[in-house]
């Protein structure tokens, strides 16, 4: 009971030197149970309190908010016309320019890697790539054709066997 | 090659001739369009390479990445605007000239054909990522830093100078182009292990490879909002791409020298997820985070099967719009609440509810949600690994299951629940952030609909 009693005259006097403006270590963290004790009504009378005391929650002195001076502002720069170009042009050539026209050009980029490029062998080699898209359209294709007309849809030969001419046996 | 390079050296004398309440906007839109030109780099229709001239050339693995730097810089340079409005004038535009020789140099590194020109670009990127972190860092732990990012790569890279010298003596050439088919096999002498070692190591660290990856946290949580995202999203990928670049000059001795990395790697992989569970430091956790996604790259690298290459570019490209993005959201609320301590910016789903949709589709990208091209790359190199050895399944099931508690950890602990006292009166987002926010969202969700030009050169 004593501490208590000893920690709330401690802090009715820390809220007495606070809003008389006497030196009070500026603290960054106050619990807010102090705050709780601070009767306004106590002091009310005596003074027009002061917002002397800062709480951990008041924006930093040195931080500027830049909606402040400017409502509308983008974040770019405390000037309002500077601030709306740059917003202006980060989104059009961000967006519109790059992203958009840049996601076109990817989108229509030929299918095809060059079939006769380099060498026979080179490391690493990218066959499967060719292509690829005519390849599958070209499958399916031709996979229609053979089922609408019956015909099997692969053959197990590669090659046509009548077209491969092989070297007669010798004794 | 000189329609970006002169472009983005030309950007330097914009920035320092421009009025000065014209610096962010002229930089911006021309980095924008600098990108726009790169995107064209994608046309890959050549089965081996576009050959521009002796010194450049252009991959369907080195193409996606320089896009992605291309894209960085427009990025950066919005990210940067609000943290340095306060700085002079001269300041802010040393700044953009430091994001802007960064550029330059890692878009010839990636596009050098030369591998020494490749390995003096490398080293110069340190220049002025050093400089940005150590001079406009926020905290003083910024010089240590500084330090170990330098320290670190320099003492991996030195070797790998010797070695490049030594090929150089050896075969004759460093082309690459040339060397891919001028290669012979290397025998396992002890000679030929430290050839290896030597070539291997600069990347390991720049990965970063789980034993060396200290400079990491601390670079990335040093750095700038401008700093982080470059560190994230490209010099990681230096590493990569130079691994993959090199692996070609070293087989067979691959086969066997990688086993020590490979298990670093697969360990390294869960040991970061699981430190991320523990973090109390947003951008730490994201950092870290960055190192497991890494150690999945490397697992890839070291396999060298056609899936597994492909696993590791998709892998690349995702990672570092995503990465990128999470660091973006976290300066959101480092420039709000002036912490980078999670618990003390709680519950900002209510406060901030689209930028809680940003944070939300990041975490998800991050945790490999199909169908973006995170899971494309993880689940290539998840299966080339299986199939490499079927123990694997376990580490990186493992991984998968502990990035999603610790991405949704970190959602849970920022956005839901309810607001600390001190979060009451932060300001509401900026159209600057959202639009960032989309920038890096937009390119991510369209290559899940496109993922071909970012699956690399097997593809």
């Known amino acids: ?171 | 090659m000189l329609k970006i390079i002169i472009p983005t050296t030309m950007l330097i004398p914009l920035t320092w001739l421009s009025k000065s309440n014209m610096i962010w906007i002229n930089s911006t839109t021309h980095s924008l369009l600098i990108s726009l030109i790169s995107l064209s780099y994608l046309n890959q229709f050549s089965d081996n390479s576009l050959n521009f001239s002796l010194l450049f050339f252009s991959d369907p693995l080195s193409a996606p990445l320089l896009a992605l730097t291309t894209w960085l810089l427009p990025l950066m340079l919005t990210a940067s605007q609000n943290h340095l409005s306060k700085e002079t004038i001269a300041r802010k535009k040393l700044y953009i000239t430091m994001l802007t020789l960064l550029q330059l140099f890692l878009i010839m590194t990636f596009t050098a054909t030369e591998l020494i020109m490749f390995y003096i670009l490398f080293e110069a990127t340190l220049a002025p990522t050093l400089i940005i972190i150590t001079r406009w860092g926020n905290q003083t732990e910024r010089l240590n830093a500084g330090l170990y990012f330098l320290f670190y790569t320099l003492v991996g890279s030195l070797p790998l100078l010797i070695a490049l010298l030594y090929i150089q003596n050896t075969t004759g050439s460093l082309n690459f182009l040339i060397a891919q088919y001028w290669v012979k096999p290397i025998s396992t002498t002890w000679s030929n292990i430290f050839l290896w070692l030597a070539c291997m190591m600069a990347f390991m660290v720049k990965m970063p490879l789980y034993g060396l990856h200290l400079w990491l946290p601390k670079a990335h949580v040093e750095a700038p909002i401008a700093g982080s995202m470059v560190l994230a999203a490209v010099l990681l990928k230096l590493g990569g791409y130079g691994m993959m670049r090199i692996t070609v000059l070293l087989n067979p001795l691959t086969g066997q020298m990688a086993y020590p990395f490979l298990m670093l790697s697969l360990w390294g992989m869960i040991m970061t997820s699981s430190i991320c569970l523990r973090q109390t430091d947003l951008k730490s956790l994201i950092a870290y985070s960055s190192v497991s996604h890494m150690a999945l790259v490397i697992v890839a690298v070291l396999i060298q099967t056609p899936w597994s290459y492909m696993g590791a570019t998709a892998l690349m490209i995702a990672h570092g719009l995503t990465s990128s993005m999470l660091f973006c959201l976290a300066n959101s609320n480092y420039e709000r609440v002036h912490s980078r301590t999670m618990i003390l910016a709680r519950g900002l789903q209510t406060l901030l509810p689209l930028m809680a949709a940003w944070w939300l589709l990041a975490s998800l990208a991050n945790l490999a949600l199909p169908p973006t091209i995170n899971l494309l790359g993880e689940l290539f190199v998840m299966m080339a690994s299986f199939s490499w050895s079927n123990t694997t399944i376990a580490l990186m099931g493992t991984n998968i299951i502990i990035t999603a508690l610790y991405s949704l950890y970190m959602l849970i602990t920022t956005l839901r629940g309810k607001q600390t006292d001190h979060v009451k009166n932060i300001k509401p987002s900026f159209t600057r952030e959202n639009a960032l926010m989309a920038l890096h969202l937009l390119p991510l969700l369209l290559l899940s609909l496109n993922p071909k030009i970012v699956l690399g050169p097997i593809h």
């Open chain 1, 1 to 171: 009971h004593g501490g208590r009693a000893v920690s709330l005259c401690a802090r009715r006097l820390w809220a007495v030197a606070a809003t008389r403006g006497l030196p009070a270590a500026r603290v960054r963290w106050d619990s807010s149970s102090s705050r709780a004790v601070i009767a306004p009504s106590a002091v009310a009378g005596k003074r027009t309190p002061e917002p002397a005391v800062r709480w951990q929650e008041d924006p930093d002195v040195e931080d500027e908010n830049l909606y402040e001076k400017n409502p509308d502002s983008h974040g770019y720069d405390r000037d309002p016309v500077v601030d709306l170009w740059n917003m202006r042009v980060v989104f059009f050539f961000g967006f519109s320019v790059v992203l958009v026209l840049g996601s076109t050009f990817i989108a229509y980029l030929p299918d095809y890697r060059c079939m006769g490029c380099g060498p026979p062998h080179v490391y690493p080699r990218a066959s499967a790539s060719r292509m690829q898209e005519w390849a599958r359209r070209e499958a399916e294709r031709l996979v229609k054709y053979r089922e609408a007309n019956g015909l099997p849809i692969m053959e197990s030969n590669c090659f046509d066997p009548s077209k491969i001419q092989l070297p007669e046996d010798e004794d």
